[in-house]
């Protein structure tokens, strides 16, 4: 789903503009319109707090990739189980072969910006990183993609049932047996990684369309940002609603997870997610959007426009692929899947993998 993109009537400004406000070059040096965030609390800690308190003036910390991984295991929050909308929020576990799963009701999306040319070695650490969350026996998952559009990067998804599960979550992997192995492997990411943020976003059932589906057999994501207007919350609450009943009307196949962003980017700020099994869903997508636009008629694709245009401020969409190599994937999608979500990769190494004597995690206390 692109509801912007799609209708042409409204302004459209590049996603970095729009989220400039939480982003800080790794360089030190803090450019016109970023926000830098002065040392003495972790960007994890800010976050919770966040969560608990809602207060939104509380700012994230500035700090090099580096120091803040190596202090707090900032990996170790940000990638957990995965993505968009495979995980039961009602459920103990992942069910990959259910195809009622429901969306996360926290999605927690961290997001790392590759160094040019780093790509196969970044690659190669995060594989140490599955390898040590596995020693480990963290009870996180998570999922990995890369970006196909837009800048490099590599996005972790990580869905709680709750602000509290995420908190749980947290304190499990900050203990020494698991945070040691992880935090060698943090530091040396920062040879890769140029930067990374982190938002946190709350599924919003109401406004999504089909939600309920199999995220195991997925192999792409859509992701849009959108930015309503300030303001201007009943005319988004009509425009989805406009969506959803044409969509319905004409049985668009697809499905649109809606996520509103809590913490790390502007008030208003909405996440769609819209997974594609390959990449030729994206033509049968358009064919179909073409369809429903014309069976609106002129009266209402004159209203679809008049609520693109008073509603959104911003909008920008990314095409991602998902990355098995890089996912610490639920064992009931390695089950469904076993060739994709588990590929073959080259054995461990001590210069590159958390398997040597002193670094292996162990068993989390019972």
């Known amino acids: 789903m692109q509801l912007g993109s799609r209708g042409g009537e409204f302004l459209v400004e590049a996603f970095e503009a729009a989220t400039r406000e939480y982003i800080v070059p790794s360089s030190g040096n803090t450019p016109p319109g970023y926000s830098a965030i002065p040392p003495g609390d972790s960007r994890q800690e800010a976050t919770i707090r966040q969560a608990q ?3 939104n003036e509380v700012p994230f910390e500035r700090r090099t990739i580096q120091r803040e991984k190596r202090r707090h295991s900032m990996k170790s929050i940000s990638r957990a189980l995965v993505a968009l909308s495979f995980l039961a929020s009602t459920a103990v576990t992942l069910h990959a072969q259910d195809q009622s799963m429901a969306p996360p009701k926290v999605l927690v999306i961290y ?3 590759i160094k040019f040319g780093k790509d196969a070695p970044h690659e ?16 996180e998952r998570y999922i990995a993609a890369t970006t196909m559009s837009g800048v490099n990067e590599a996005w972790f998804l990580t869905p709680f049932d ?5 908190e749980k979550s947290s304190q499990f992997n900050n203990q020494a047996a698991i945070e040691a192995p992880l935090a060698r492997l943090s530091e040396q990411d920062g040879e890769y990684v140029a930067d990374g943020r982190q938002i946190v976003a709350t599924y ?5 369309y089909r939600p309920n589906f199999n995220m195991a057999e997925m192999r792409y994501v859509e992701i849009e940002t959108i930015r309503v207007r300030p303001g201007h919350d009943k005319e988004w609450g009509d425009l989805v609603t406009f969506y959803n009943t044409a969509a319905t009307k004409a049985k668009l196949d697809e499905h649109d997870v809606f996520f509103s962003v809590r913490y790390g980017a502007q008030a208003g700020t909405i996440l769609i997610v819209t997974p594609r099994k390959s990449l030729a869903d994206l033509d049968a997508a358009a064919d179909d959007y073409k369809a429903m636009m014309t069976a609106l008629g002129d009266e209402g694709r004159k209203r679809w426009a008049q ?3 008073s509603t959104i401020a911003f909008d920008s969409s990314e095409l991602l692929r998902f990355s098995p190599k890089m996912s610490y994937a639920p064992d ?5 899947d076993p060739s994709f979500w588990k590929p073959k990769t080259a054995p461990a190494t001590k210069a590159n993998s958390a398997g040597s004597a002193t670094k292996k995690p162990t068993d989390a206390p019972k």
């Open 53 to 55: 308190n809602d207060n």
């Open 204 to 208: 919003d059932e109401k406004s999504s």
């Open 332 to 336: 009931d999608f390695v089950k469904a």
């Open 162 to 166: 709750s602000y509290a599960s995420w």
């Open 111 to 113: 997001r790392e910006i």
């Open 307 to 309: 609520l693109l245009e």
């Open 124 to 139: 190669k650490n995060e594989v140490a990183f599955v390898r040590a969350f596995a020693a480990g026996k963290s009870p």
